[in-house]
């Protein structure tokens, strides 16, 4: 083919890449719009509103380091305000960007099917891992993704220098979330280890200069301005030591693990046992840097389910995992070296499976494809609560704290937010911290599930369970029955508890 024939190439596949985009756009959008605030947005929603109308960050304790809070304000500060269309656009934009940038970056050292298959297997992750809502997986994948595709380029030629820099982008991603430092793992153990071109590889020490100085450079500036600011301990906290230490491990999503993703675990399962038995693709597959070092970003990151399951954890960890699945089958399917049989079955095989993991996980899921969903009793919600909250007073609740403080407009006490697993560790080990919050003169209402005053139905279902947590939870109730007392019931599934003499 000549250079205007290539050229003709380019511009249909980009033409077809950019149509299929457009078209998981409106999917996505839909989606986000029918799955509503959900439960760790509405923080992120509720923290960057905050800072957007003066708040600083840190006022009230968050589960994420300040990237995913500075990026909501800062769009609010651009006019969205985070109704459902318009927070559903921005979700839709992100799940673009993670397709479309996942084409382009397997595309620069595969094929144009090697990178569909990827970015299609990508996207199907979004879907199934909770990237409907606007979750910080999203961009610790993007950040990986551009250490990935530093890492294999050519430029800078120097592989620590690539190094430097591809930490640096794992760096960014480390202040929306600090899991995606393990990316730097399966870099460095690629890069010392497995790069099939010996005159390219990096001994153990450089490679660990190389990766600790890029990654300190993203990093440090950002410890060195809270420190300056005076909320060194608050950053260190919220970005390194609750969530990598102190956020309690369970095993209470592991069912979902094992359902809602069984289409994931298909797919690698079949990549694996193609690599074993077909020896052709093995030989084209086992040296391909694309497939090694995906693999290896991809299972350093799932480290982290071995702390908890929940679906959106895995994404960083399984979307890597399946641009090296991509190289697999297109390497054994597009090559003939599997029976047409086998390849058909085993694209049936994955169909079936995908459709059983959302019926064994959740249904009416599928449903959010097929209707617009009517959120008119929301806004009665809301409504409510602004009404019976002043502006300048408080509001907290005991269950759904953040979905309630962000119809309301209204914020809680500080430093609490809800009541999910940093309040629980805050019981446990600071309960003045809590009960001075509850005390707090300018908290007006408090809200419920609509079970009564009871608040054993914390937002963290692992709380309750030990003696001191009744104490507390006991303690909590008395609190409330003394300074509070029944506003009103509302048809939403909420009781709301007002201050006692306020009007």
């Not at 390497?331 to 079955?345: E, N």
């Not at 303690?475 to 007002?498: C, M, Y």
């Amino acid at each position: 083919m000549g250079a205007a024939g290539a050229k003709q190439e380019g511009v249909r596949v980009g033409m077809v890449v950019a149509a299929c985009l457009v078209i998981w756009a409106g999917l996505v959008a839909l989606f986000a719009f029918n799955s509503g605030y959900g439960f760790d947005q509405l923080e992120y929603l509720l923290v960057g509103r905050s800072l957007a109308e003066g708040w600083p960050l840190y006022t009230w304790y968050t589960s994420k380091s300040f990237g995913i809070y500075v990026l909501v304000a800062l769009l609010h500060l651009l006019g969205i305000r985070f109704g459902h269309w318009s927070l559903a656009v921005v979700i839709s934009a992100v799940s673009v960007a993670i397709v479309g940038l996942s084409f382009r970056a397997v595309r620069r050292f595969e094929s144009v099917a090697t990178a569909s298959a990827a970015a299609g297997l990508i996207g199907l992750c979004t879907i199934f891992m909770e990237l409907n809502f606007l979750q910080t997986e999203g961009f610790v994948f993007l950040a990986g993704l551009a250490a990935f595709a530093i890492v294999l380029g050519t430029k800078p030629r120097s592989l620590p220098a690539r190094l430097f820099l591809a930490a640096l982008a794992v760096g960014v991603g480390f202040h929306f979330k600090a899991v995606a430092v393990l990316y730097l793992g399966g870099i460095l153990v690629f890069a010392v280890w497995l790069r099939p071109n010996r005159s390219d590889r990096v001994a153990l020490v450089p490679a660990i200069a190389a990766l600790g100085t890029g990654f300190a450079a993203a990093a440090v500036p950002a410890f060195l301005y809270f420190g300056l600011t005076g909320r060194a301990g608050p950053f260190l906290r919220w970005t390194v030591t609750f969530p990598l230490l102190d956020y309690p491990a369970n095993t209470l999503y592991l069912t979902k693990l094992l359902t809602k993703l069984s289409v994931f675990h298909l797919v690698i399962t079949c990549a694996v046992a193609l690599l074993i038995l077909d020896k052709p693709t093995r030989s084209e597959v086992w040296g391909n840097d694309v497939a090694r070092l995906a693999a290896l970003m991809g299972l350093s990151s799932l480290v982290q389910v071995l702390k908890t399951q929940a679906s959106h954890y895995c994404f960083p960890g399984f979307a890597f995992l399946m641009i090296s699945a991509a190289v697999v089958f297109v390497s054994a399917f597009q090559d003939r070296h599997v029976p047409r049989l086998i390849r058909v079955g085993g694209l049936a095989l994955a169909l079936l499976t995908a459709t059983g993991s959302a019926l064994a996980y959740r249904p009416a899921v599928l449903q959010r494809f097929l209707s617009v969903r009517d959120y008119s009793a929301e806004t009665e919600l809301a409504h409510f609560l602004q009404a019976a909250v002043p502006p300048g007073k408080a509001m907290f609740g005991f269950r759904q704290g953040t979905y309630l403080c962000w119809l309301a407009h209204r914020y809680p006490p500080p430093p609490f937010l809800d009541t999910a697993q940093i309040t629980s560790w805050y019981l446990r080990n600071r309960p003045d911290v809590v009960f001075r919050a509850l005390r707090d003169p300018q908290l007006a209402l408090v809200g419920m599930d609509g079970r009564g005053p009871s608040v054993t139905l914390f937002d963290d279902p692992g709380f309750g369970g030990e003696q001191g947590d009744l104490r507390a939870i006991e303690k909590i109730n008395q609190r409330l029955e003394e300074d509070f007392e029944p506003a009103a019931t509302v048809s939403h599934g909420f009781t709301f508890w007002r201050r006692r003499g306020s009007p």
